[in-house]
């Protein structure tokens, strides 16, 4: 069974730093595409960053060049580096993952970023 278990929102001020990490449970990294995913009040979940099997990256235009996205095999854990962050990026941040050979999606429960300007 996957679990996937969100860790590290807070409140931050705008232009302020936080990491966000996931702790994941009954897959290997190497065959799964993990990312997070952000949804603010009154918005739609979007996709923020996705880090595939292979290791490739893929980051929404709204946070290129702010935000990291990472992982450690050995620890069974993805990150989030969010930087420079700015009072749009304010929501439930959700660690989310799926096999890269298909079947379905796992989501963690999230944690709330808070940035205040």
């Known amino acids: 069974q996957v679990q996937l278990v969100e860790s590290g929102g807070g409140l931050v001020q705008a232009g302020g730093s936080l990491r966000l990490s996931c702790a994941a449970s009954?897959?290997?990294?190497?065959?799964?595409?993990l990312g997070w995913y952000r949804q603010a009040p009154g918005k739609e979940r979007e996709l923020v960053a996705t880090?595939?099997?292979?290791?490739?990256?893929y980051y929404t235009d709204a946070v290129k060049g702010r935000f990291t996205i990472s992982r450690d095999v050995d620890k069974n854990t993805l990150s989030l580096e969010m930087s420079n962050l700015k009072s749009e990026d304010t929501g439930m941040y959700l660690c989310?993952?799926?096999?890269?050979?298909?079947?379905?999606?796992?989501w963690g429960q999230g944690t709330q970023v808070t940035v205040s300007s």
């Open positions: 989310w993952g799926k096999h890269d050979m298909g079947g379905g999606q796992s």
């Open positions: 009954g897959i290997f990294f190497t065959t799964y595409t």
């Open positions: 880090i595939s099997g292979a290791g490739s990256k």
